[in-house]
């Protein structure tokens, strides 16, 4: 055990209080404000009329081109993908994808390679690989290919030697294999009613799901340390558990919800709780997105549509209100999942996953910018302990900040505190009581919402340091582990001066 602060019994107090029920929840209201990441779209035009829309709800984008069948339209998809983001390189990541033509060609790995590398060279941070593979490509033997395919080796190892992201739709949800009356979200049924071709449950000559899943496994137990995105919940959608089990199995890959909301929100109707505790439990490894498509000329009409589904995803990750859903009969409570998991599911885990995207999305901080924690601040806690804590102006490498806490019989704590650049990185040193400084990394920085964190995973408590300006209201936070319990304290700053 190591805790950072000599813990008084009244400062136990208090974070018990804090660890049992003081989580902070965004609100509806909050939409607008929080910047925002969805990692699965597919915005295909020359016009910029949707990315623009989409700043008013501060959305970011992983913009993908995939490869299907239909060979006229993947050059015009690439062709646009570029476009969107040459346009503006801090609004789409663009994710590329790469020819199956000539696979039976001696030299399609070679050409795939070559491919790939100019792809690379102009900014493509991953390569999605399509549901074709699985369900449609055949080799010059009319045999169907799997991912597993060894001809595909070469070509992933390529794409982790360039540190690039793997991106897969494999397979279909597990719906697609079952009967229609038994599908459970509205949305499945008119598609596979529809589109009976694509309706495997009508197709038994074709791999079940499980093959599928199980192909798709093989590939990433011979690529165990790629980074992989499983798109629509790796198809695994109709079980958290499942989802679960897979994460563990694969400790690089992280999932996306896009276009299975309503299959989460049926297993949410049966059991809240445990789809909750899924998410909490995995938040650093799921991604928000939607699967939005835009066409030409298409922008504001596709902006006012996925606004929509926007609000009805936050409302149900933020509120435990009874939503309505398109894919379901019955409403559905929302989770109301803590903020700091929103974020992480909302955008945290896509700046890590992408880590060369979205420019304006700075990870990094030069000391300057921190200018907005200089000042005077006071907190009056509900105990009569006043809290004062002062942060200096950035000058030179470092800003020095320290923090007096005076309680109702006079007994008073303190401690100095530096955040300073070295080498590159910013860093937090914290000494309460004048001792030694133990040091803090970056963790997470946000210039327009004013907020940053620094994290040292050695200390128990606090493992986690957060700062939060809204005006003239600056939250600090800090969290760990007390005794293996989740703990947090906070405190509300106004501006004195
Ligand atoms: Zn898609």
Redesign the pocket.
């Known amino acids: 055990m190591h805790y950072l602060f000599a813990i008084s019994l009244a400062l136990l107090a208090l974070m018990q209080t804090a660890a049992s029920g003081q989580e902070q929840y965004y609100s509806l209201d909050d939409f607008s404000r929080v910047a925002k990441i969805d990692i ?1 779209a ?1 915005i295909h035009t020359d016009d910029t009329d949707f990315v623009n829309l989409s700043k008013r709800d501060r959305f970011r984008f992983v913009n ?1 081109a ?1 490869w299907s069948s239909d060979s006229k339209t993947n050059a015009e998809k690439h062709r646009t993908m570029w476009v969107q983001y040459e346009a503006d390189p801090d609004r789409t990541a663009p994710i590329c994808s790469f020819p199956l033509e000539n696979w039976d060609s001696p030299d399609w790995q070679q050409a795939t390679i070559a491919y790939l590398k100019e792809q690379f060279d102009r900014g493509a941070v991953g390569v999605k690989i399509w549901k074709n593979i699985g369900m449609e490509l055949r080799d010059s033997e009319g045999q169907l290919v799997m991912v597993d395919d060894p001809k595909l080796d070469p070509v992933i190892d390529y794409i982790e030697s360039r540190g690039k992201v793997l991106l897969g ?1 494999l397979g279909e949800p597990k719906n697609c294999w079952l009967p229609i009356d038994e599908l459970t979200t509205l949305n499945d049924r008119s598609y596979f009613s529809e589109n009976p071709k694509y309706h495997m449950h009508l197709h038994p000559e074709m791999p079940s799901y499980e093959e599928q899943v199980a192909a798709r496994d093989r590939m990433l137990d011979k690529h165990p340390t790629v980074s992989f995105v499983g ?1 629509h919940l790796a198809s695994l959608e109709w079980s958290v558990d499942r989802i679960a089990a897979f994460l563990e199995r694969y400790p690089n890959a992280t999932v996306g919800v ?2 299975r909301m309503g299959q989460l929100q049926y297993q949410t109707q049966r059991d809240r709780q445990r789809v909750r505790k899924f998410f909490i439990e995995y938040q650093d490894r799921i991604m928000y997105g939607t ?1 939005t498509g835009v066409r030409p000329g298409r922008g504001a009409e596709k902006y006012a549509y996925v606004k929509k589904k926007w609000l009805r995803d936050w409302e149900y990750f933020n509120t435990d209100h009874q939503i309505e859903v398109p894919e379901l009969p019955d409403p559905v409570q929302g989770i109301k999942l803590p903020k700091t998991v929103v974020d992480k599911i909302y955008r945290d885990n896509a700046l890590r996953v992408f880590a060369a995207s979205w420019p304006g999305q700075k990870r990094s901080v030069s000391l300057p910018q921190l200018n907005w924690l200089a000042g005077k601040w006071r907190c009056k806690m509900p105990d009569k302990s006043v809290v004062d804590e002062d942060w200096m102006r950035p000058s030179g490498t470092a800003m020095l900040g320290m923090n007096r806490t005076v309680r109702g019989d006079g007994q008073t704590s303190f401690e100095f505190m530096r955040i300073a650049s070295e080498d590159g990185s910013i860093l937090f040193f914290a000494s309460p009581s004048g001792r030694k400084a133990t040091p803090f990394n970056l963790a997470y920085y946000d210039q327009p919402n004013q907020r940053v964190a620094f994290e040292n995973e050695d200390n128990d408590f606090p493992n986690r340091v957060i700062y939060d300006r809204r005006g003239d209201e600056l939250t600090g936070r800090i969290e760990g582990k007390f005794n293996g319990q989740p703990a947090s304290l906070q405190w509300k700053f106004e501006l004195v001066e």
Request: charge should be negative; include cysteine.
């Open positions: 699965h597919h993908m995939v739709h798109c896009a276009a699967d």
